[in-house]
T-cell receptor, first 112, second 116 residues
């Protein structure tokens, strides 16, 4: 199984600022994904992070708001830009291993 | 249409009893996978069990088993001998394999509370 580390684990930010979340996997993985979990809700896929190319975004999510990088097979970042209180959520990184999809511990963002 | 439906927002079970968490899914893809995850109050997503659409046997992992009824498109999670530490949110998820898409679609979750 893959071990996924996310940083920061939680943060409180002011509206209008941006937050970058880092995701590090302890082994090379083919696919990495970013999910959002709004309070009391289920997980919603934001995008697939593609190594060496632009991320593939789901409907309702755009690159200007959620820029994603994936420079190699073990690391990705998600930036949440121009923060508003509606962006308060848990953001989870996940990685595709040989079968299962593993998750990081999540980054809990609160926007004031 | 919902791809994954979990109709039980909350469930209670007595310690040491078995409990079934319901999950139905909707797909026209012949190749897909079904997953169950546990999310404790700390927030991390813990993988529990996986069932592939072509698997002949129901998946089992320790106290977890998946009751896979393909014709009914249901993939219920059975937890045997419930423990207090099983109290958490449980999410059913599906991966459809068309066009190489590997991301999961999640249901709304079931909050399980195990009572002593």
């Amino acid at each position: 199984s893959a071990v996924i580390s996310q940083k920061p684990s939680r943060d409180i930010c002011q509206r209008g600022t941006s937050l970058t979340i880092q995701c590090q996997v302890d082994s090379q993985v083919t696919m990495m994904f970013w999910y959002r979990q709004q309070p009391g809700q289920s997980l919603t896929l934001i995008a697939t992070a593609n190594q060496g190319s632009e991320a593939t975004y789901e409907s309702g999510f755009v690159i200007d708001k959620f820029p994603i990088s994936r420079p190699n097979l073990t690391f990705s970042t998600l930036t949440v830009s121009n923060l508003s209180p509606e962006d308060s959520s848990i953001y989870l990184c996940s990685a595709q291993g040989s079968g299962e999809l593993f998750f990081g511990e999540g980054s809990r963002l609160t926007v004031l | 249409a919902q791809k994954i439906t979990q109709t039980q927002p909350g469930m209670f079970v007595q310690e040491k009893e078995a409990v079934t968490l319901d999950c139905t899914y909707d797909t026209s893809d012949p190749s897909y996978g079904l997953f169950w995850y546990k999310q404790p109050s700390s927030g991390e997503m813990i993988f529990l069990i996986y069932q592939g659409s072509y698997d002949q046997q129901n998946a089992t992992e320790g106290r977890y088993s998946l009751n896979f009824q393909k014709a009914r498109k249901s993939a219920n999670l059975v937890i045997s001998a419930s423990q207090l530490g099983d109290s958490a949110m449980y999410f059913c998820a599906m991966r459809e394999d068309y066009m190489g898409r590997r991301a999961l679609t999640f249901g709304s979750g079931t909050r399980l509370q195990v009572q002593p």
